[in-house]
């Protein structure tokens, strides 16, 4: 018998007015994955996502980028998992992470969503927060700017002078998780 596939999600929101966006960084790093891999994103057969099938380390992944908004991200989460049988404990979630610094990375499996919409979303349909999550620290908003409206802003200049070394770090440590395990990726990656 074959194990069931990872599935890798990367959050985001749809449109070119959100492509550069700090809230689409799990985007950025599952379409970067898909093109260090020789693919890209294609639609989904059963879910409103964009996908693409992988091999990492011999192991079968689909990388998936919901076409839905952040907020209502589950759905085509579930449609994806149900679809290709993938329980949650082989669901990678890369999202951004408001409460740490720019371009850290911390991989855990389960806990709750912290106020993020798109893992509130994805807890509610898949009836758990029992999943891996690679969160990427996008930093807080300076001042008293809303935090809201934060994350839907494009990364500062300098930020962006960063952002494709750290996206493939990201990428890495995805890699990582699938192949060798979150002892490994933590002790790696975690910062």
Partial sequence: M?????????LGNPGPEYAATRHNIGAMVVE????????????????????ADVRIGGERVELLVPRSYMNESGGPVKAAAD???????RIIVVHDELDLPFGSLRCKLGGGDNGHNGLKSLRRSLGTGDFFRVRFGIGRPPGRQDPAA??????????????????????????????????????????
């Fill in 150 to 191: 934060f994350v839907l802003r494009p990364f500062g200049s300098t930020e962006r002078r960063e952002l494709e070394a750290l996206v493939a770090r990201a990428g890495d440590a995805v890699e990582t998780l699938v192949v060798d395990g979150l002892e490994v990726v933590q002790n790696r990656f975690n910062d």
């Fill in 83 to 89: 679809f290709a049988k993938v329980p949650a404990e």
């Fill in 32 to 51: 970067a994955l898909a093109s260090r891999n020789s693919s890209s994103l294609a639609k989904h057969r059963r879910a409103h996502a964009s996908a």
């Fill in 2 to 10: 074959t194990s069931s596939p990872w599935l890798v999600v990367g």
